[in-house]
């Protein structure tokens, strides 16, 4: 962790030096970051099953009982040098150890999350800004638009972009127009993914209510990756087309629902033929809050996202809503595992609960959220100044019954979350999940847990 921050602090200071001139002549300069400590554990959330040992004691392969922490730093730098010229730069190490399951030793990781240069007023137009290089993507509330970087969990999300913006005063529509080089192979062969989007924000048409509509496109041409070596993300093109609308009914009623439509074409689970893509997802959630003491809060969503039966030719679609650039804990830390082929990496590289418990797999594509329903119902109360306590339930379904125990209940799972701003600039959390699994998985199926703590400190 250490070498990793001196590292960081090392590269931008020669990032400084080699563009000290402009730097010095800048009149705004900030330098900041943050340190973030999280302390995580869980508990079948990859297999369901209790025992991790084998009849003689000896640890099994596929024991998923892990405790480990992780250390991560931010280390930046924003400037404006010269008029309507800024200038981004964000560092990101973090360490991660304690559990001799992840990859065998303890993990340090350095990497770039946002490195862009921003004009504005471009074109002679006001209110057009150019925004060229690493950035942050986020859209909503990062139901289809977040996660640029998948593969390494929290640590970034930045995508390689170029992103046109056009703020509309006048209007108050927001017309943002982008592409991001998602992953680039062998130079001169089609192993390659992009993206594309046409993202459109409109504040005044229906106020006081926000309107957000889309279209985007995914082109990935066959890739092989180092993570999953014998498993190619599979060749495909998806269209998504989808709206937002979020506001406030009255003073104490909140609301926000979204939902897309996909289409395309892609290679089936067998990889002998193209699939017509046809899928679709959505959701809808209100939160109403009190007017009382300790602010209570109280809430009431529901998310759904088509599923495909087994991936095949032979009618000529594939059903199973793609997650995009949500391949994150948007809706649970826990269940996001136990669906994510990301991780096959670890356990044989495929499937998880389907190899340890010798099932075919439906679907290689790496993803997250799909053929899953979601009703989640909780609350929160703010027992004292700064924090923050929140209980919720969710009861999540399957919108094709192709789990290994051919059921439509996957499983039931309670979130609780303790939140507490300390200072300005720490603040801390405590989190935990508690999934019981359903009929759509074996009937021997043990229940599983997730929790973490964690303290950030912003500098």
């Not at 006048?170 to 680039?184: H, N, P, Q, T, W």
């Not at 109403?288 to 969503?301: C, E, F, N, R, T």
Request: glycine residues 10%; contains cysteine; hydrophobic residues 35%.
């Amino acid at each position: 962790m250490l070498r990793g921050a001196v590292l960081a602090v090392c590269i931008t200071g020669l990032v400084l030096a080699a563009t000290g001139d402009v730097w010095a002549q800048s009149k705004d300069v900030k330098i900041f970051g943050d340190l973030r400590f999280r302390g995580e554990a869980f508990d079948n959330i990859w297999d369901f099953d209790d025992d991790g040992r084998n009849a003689a004691g000896v640890r099994k392969a596929n024991d998923d009982s892990w405790q480990y922490y992780r250390i991560r730093t931010h280390l930046g730098a924003d400037t404006r040098l010269a008029e309507g010229v800024r200038a981004f730069v964000l560092l990101v190490d973090e360490y991660r150890g304690g559990n001799a399951q992840i990859a065998g030793v303890d993990q340090n990781n350095i990497a770039v999350e946002n490195a862009f240069l921003q004009l504005s007023d471009v074109f002679g137009f006001s209110g057009v800004t150019l925004t060229m290089g690493r950035q942050n993507l986020i859209y909503g509330e990062g139901w289809i638009i977040l996660e640029g970087t998948p593969q390494d969990g929290s640590t970034t999300i930045g995508f390689d972009a170029v992103k046109l913006s056009y703020n509309i005063d006048s209007c108050g529509r927001v017309i943002d127009l982008f592409g991001a080089k998602m992953a680039e192979g062998a130079v001169g062969v089609a192993d390659d993914s992009d993206f594309y989007g046409l993202y459109i924000t409109e504040k005044n048409i229906l106020s006081p209510h926000k309107l957000e509509y889309y279209i985007l496109r995914v082109h990935q041409n066959a890739m092989q990756t180092v993570e999953l070596t014998s498993r190619p993300h599979p060749e495909k093109t998806v269209d998504t087309v989808g709206a937002r609308l979020s506001g406030a009914v009255t003073d104490q009623l909140t609301y926000a629902t979204e939902w897309g439509q996909q289409f395309g074409r892609r290679r089936n689970v067998q990889n002998t033929d193209y699939c017509a893509i046809k899928a679709f997802a959505g959701y809808a959630h209100a939160t109403y809050a009190v007017d009382a003491d300790m602010s209570p809060k109280a809430d009431l969503g529901y998310w759904f996202y088509s599923g495909d039966g087994d991936g095949t030719a032979e009618d000529g679609q594939f059903k199973g809503w793609d997650a995009l650039f949500a391949a994150y804990p948007y809706l649970s830390e826990l269940y996001i595992y136990s669906n994510w082929d990301g991780f096959d990496a670890f356990k044989g590289r495929r499937n998880v609960y389907n190899a340890v418990h010798g099932i075919p797999d439906n679907d290689p594509d790496y993803g997250a959220w799909s053929n899953m329903h979601c009703a989640q119902t909780g609350g929160s109360i703010s027992p004292r100044e700064g924090m923050v306590c929140s209980l919720h339930y969710q009861h999540w379904l399957a919108d094709k019954n192709n789990g290994p125990g051919g059921g439509s209940t996957r499983g039931r799972n309670w979130v609780a979350k303790i939140t507490y701003q300390l200072t300005d600039n720490v603040s801390t959390h405590l989190y935990g999940e508690y999934f019981s699994p359903g009929d759509y998985y074996l009937a021997d199926a043990d229940d599983a847990w997730f929790t973490r703590w964690q303290l950030l400190v912003k500098f």
